[in-house]
């Protein structure tokens, strides 16, 4: 009877260490953000005299996350955007996956350590390269413009293909995209059990005219 409390006593601080152990894993905090999108962000050249350079303004802009209740944003997000009266060309739009919060220290950590696995620094941005270069219309001042834009995205060192449905609204001396999409997280590999697998996503952007 002795030896098997004894046993049962063992096996219960066995337990107990495992499991301190497992929450000081993935408690751990995440690896905090580069603080400067626009250094890591991709630029365009204009093609030619009539084109207008923007360059999003993280400040002015954002991007969002919602896979059940749970809600993730950042406005650590960078890119430019070329424009003509009728000719559209983006850059890869990066995104610093560490600035994303839900709010909520331990989803974050779990999020870093887990789902993006954003501690490692292969998986510290999130690319959005799209396949669009061309004219979705006539680009006039003050008239908002509805397009999709198809592109990859890539998260955790997977890329997949996505369609962002995307309004864009010119002023004079900046842009305003807005846009929306959703995902598969299965498709990516995320880890987030007892939650939705599907994300829907959407960015709101403002771009500064540089040119």
């Not at 084109?51 to 950042?74: C, K, M, P, Q, W």
């Not at 000719?87 to 996956?97: E, F, G, K």
């Not at 919060?101 to 998986?123: H, I, K, V, W, Y």
């Amino acid at each position: 009877m002795k030896l098997f409390a004894k046993s049962v006593a063992a096996l219960v601080l066995v337990l107990t260490i495992c499991l301190a152990g497992f929450f000081a894993y993935v408690s751990r905090p995440k690896t905090e953000s580069s603080g400067d999108i626009a250094r890591v962000a991709a630029v365009l050249r204009p093609l030619s005299d009539v084109t207008s350079l923007y360059r999003i303004s993280s400040n002015d802009s954002s991007a969002e996350f919602r896979i059940g209740h749970i809600v993730g944003s950042t406005n650590e997000i960078g890119g430019d955007i070329a424009l003509t009266d009728s000719y559209l060309d983006l850059s890869s739009t990066t995104i610093d996956a560490r600035s994303l919060s839900t709010g909520n220290r331990l989803a974050d950590n779990l999020m870093a350590n887990f789902s993006l696995r954003t501690n490692q620094p292969e998986n510290a941005f999130i690319v959005f390269t799209p396949k669009y270069i061309g004219s979705p219309g006539t680009i006039a001042l003050g008239k908002p413009i509805s397009f999709d834009l198809p592109g990859t995205l890539a998260i955790a060192g997977v890329s997949k293909p996505v369609i962002f449905h995307a309004t864009l609204l010119k002023r004079k001396d900046f842009i305003i995209v807005t846009a929306t999409s959703s995902m598969e997280r299965s498709d990516f590999g995320i880890w987030a059990p007892g939650l939705s697998d599907t994300v829907g996503l959407s960015v709101s952007l403002e771009a500064k005219k540089i040119n």
